[in-house]
């Protein structure tokens, strides 16, 4: 049975709760979007949660970024992931991709349950870090200039993690 991961906000204006099979925080994401928007360390650890099971207190207090991807030719575009936050204290809540309708991608930041604490981390998005962040690499960690190709899904299975 998955776990029911509880969350809000700084402020408390918004409450949230979702279902998870992939509940442990691994995944470090360096890139500008995330680390300017939800990541004070340099980084966001999203999780992952079955958007079919979201419930939320507040909804009216909820807001939405989309940010523009600029990309190796200078071309922008506007990315599909919508970052939903409170609009009283600005706190990251999650980030839902409608390319994948059935996923939402909470940040471990916004999560007021337990989360288990992870045997290993995987880094991501390193081409994008900030000039101060020295990436805590750890000897088991995995990390990647872009995306790794292993889901959120088979890095949890493969290591007996997966939630049924």
């Known amino acids: ?3 029911m991961l509880k969350g809000s906000c700084r ?7 979702v279902e998870s099979h992939a509940p442990v925080p691994y995944q470090l994401c360096y890139c500008s979007i995330c680390r300017k928007t939800a990541g004070g360390g ?5 999780l992952s949660a079955d958007a079919a099971t979201l419930k ?3 909804e009216d207090k909820i807001g939405n970024f989309s940010a523009e991807i600029e990309g190796d030719d200078g071309a922008c ?3 599909q992931a919508q970052r939903r936050f409170c609009t009283t204290c ?3 809540l999650w980030l839902f991709d409608p390319r994948w309708p059935e996923l939402l991608h909470p940040f471990a930041s916004a999560i007021d349950s337990h989360l288990p604490r992870a045997p290993e981390k995987t880094h ?3 081409r994008f870090k900030a ?3 020295e990436p805590a690499i750890g000897p088991n960690d995995q990390s990647f200039d872009t995306y790794p190709e292993e889901s959120i899904e088979d890095w949890h299975r493969k290591r007996g993690l997966w939630v049924d």
């Open 42 to 46: 340099g980084f966001a650890i999203n």
């Open 77 to 79: 575009e506007r990315s």
């Open 90 to 92: 600005g706190a990251a």
């Open 56 to 58: 939320v207190e507040g």
């Open 124 to 126: 991501l998005m390193l």
């Open 11 to 17: 402020c408390g204006a918004v409450h949230f709760s």
């Open 1 to 3: 049975m998955p776990i």
């Open 131 to 133: 000039g101060w962040v």
